[in-house]
């Protein structure tokens, strides 16, 4: 039902069409605002944040540097339990596994709660090309899914749309909404709830992504605020749940860590509305998960990038970062916005198109991202590492090996210093062709008359002599305006 | 072709963390008190999401839960104390329950499907509902709690009604859970 992303344009393109949006960015400011201070109240509350975070990282890495004996592990508790575990190496193995299983069970409707691993995949398209029709029953999601839409955003999908624009479409979409229906959120949330909560009565089978897995225990975790999840997770008499294989967890005490850090980044709570937490097949239930890896494991042979896979989805770094809050979510071209997604789309999707190339520079590397982690993923570092990595057009290749040959010898530069300032008169404050990209938003700097290392030499500095200050013909200040 | 994929994906992890550096986990962060948690600490974190509090001398919780009901009846999961509130006939239009842990930092009601507790989704459809915390049950933090619970049994950690911000960030309580939320702390 929602389209995908295929075929979208470079971020440039994409941000420099999302600025010009002013409802999105009053949006989107708006939104990113709040949530950035409510993380930081309930952050500061605990005097042991730092521990937390680093202990929060060593259990990440602890268990991607040992995925496959807690996976293995993590089958044997679930099967132990009455569940069923099933193995997906892409993202069309995983829509086929559970299209068959909803087909086994003769149903053609299924409830979701919301997950990224399913947005990422595609399942819904895929389980209504088997004639499946799946309904997303997170508020946002909802929202998305009416308005044949993107999400732009991990935790509020629906950021981008205001009061006026929902009312507009649950008016145009939803069976049954009332005719008088206001724009006020409460309104809308009201006409949600009692659109979703015949589906949920009526629904024989949910599917479900998780936070986390417990290998020694065999539990899968979900939090949530809404109820939605609990009423996906325990009403049909039939669970599938499709997760990623790195949102495993050793053990259940570390638990302890990520139930403080992810409430705390992610909505700025001390604790999510509802968290639910079952092992196996629960309450009569039929259980089936679907371990995911698509892509994931070539993230793991990544030495730089795999600190990648210790995100646990909270948000924090959107809601932070500069180029996030004017660019929108949309225009990273994947169901993983932001900092975040920069990192992770490109490797999981490779740098083949000049979208999923031009990710890494979807940033100014200020770094706030790296310092709300509340897994400590180095972003600004895995962004340049996959800088380097990415295709670079020929112009730009040659231009830099131009630049490397002067710079390499003081000879050369000196000579080029000195030819750039004869000609510093000639220069145009605009470069031509293809390097206009470059100075469309940039001004040249001004090129000095002399250079600087010309003017020591003049003025004896070489031979242990104090310059006097430099002729103002030769500050940077002096622009060619004068 | 299920078991062929799991091996492939195995082989791949193999291959991709070869060679890859331990990692060793320091728990520097406050652990497991082991101590009695802060009744009221826990009452005003419980506020704080918009519930409504009561703390009363264990005594008196009968006289409280026939007060707060006035009369209306609640669904009663099995195992509830009939001393404090027996079931009543006719319709329903709310849920009563005890819990197994709660947690003072936070604000949380840990359910566990235990004696008074009901399935899962019992404490879910009412838009109503009560529950009754016994002092003892009330630990300091998250670890404790961690610590406390069991994994086997199906869990359901409550803080606060039902919430969404999903419209331009305005909180509205109450989507598809509970839309009100009641807590009587029992004292002594």
Redesign the interface.
Known sequence: MSGTFVGMPAFPKNAAKAVQNSQLRF?LR??TH??RGKRAAVVGEL??WA??R??GK??K??T?????RY??QMEEKVTE?GGTV????DAA?ANR?VARLVKETGETEVVKVKSMATMEIGLNEALAEEGIEAFE????EL?VQLGDDFPSHIL?P??HR??AE?RELFLKKMAGAPKDLTDE??A??EA??LY??QR?LEAKVAISGANFM?A??G?LVVLE????G??C???PKTLISVVG?EKLLPA??D???F??LLPRSS?G???????????GA??GQEFHLV?L?NGR??V??D?VG?QALRCIRCSACLNVCPVYERAGGHSYGSVYPGPIGAILTPQLRGMDTPLDRSLPYASSLCGACYEVCPVAIDIPSVLVDLRGKARHPRTEKAGMAAAGWVFNRSKRLAKAQRFGGRMRRLVPKRLPGPLSGWTDTRDLPDIPAESFRDWWVREGGADGRRPAVPPVGNLPQESRKK | MSAAAREVILRRIRSAVEGAPEAEIVRGYRGATGEPGDVELFAERVRDYRAVVHVVPRAEVAATIAEITGGRALAVPEGFPSHWYAPSEGETDGVISTCAVAIAETGTIVLDAGPGQGARAQTLIPDYHLCVVREDQIVPNVPDAIARLDAARPLTWISGPSATSDIELNRVEGVHGPRTLEVVIATG
């Open positions: 949006n708006k939104a709040t949530i005097d042991d521990e937390l680093e202990a060593a259990i890495d602890h991607l540097r040992n995925l496959d996976l293995l339990a099933h193995w997906a190496r193995e596994i029953t997170d508020l946002a929202i509020v629906a950021i205001n009061r929902i959120p409460r809308l949330a949600a709830r979703l909560r949920f417990i020694e225990t539990t605020s809404e109820g939605n609990r009423m997770l325990t009403l294989i259940w005490q638990l302890e860590v139930l403080q909505t709570e001390r604790m999510n509305p509802y968290t639910s937490m079952w092992t629960t309450e371990l890896d494991t070539s793991l042979a030495k795999r």
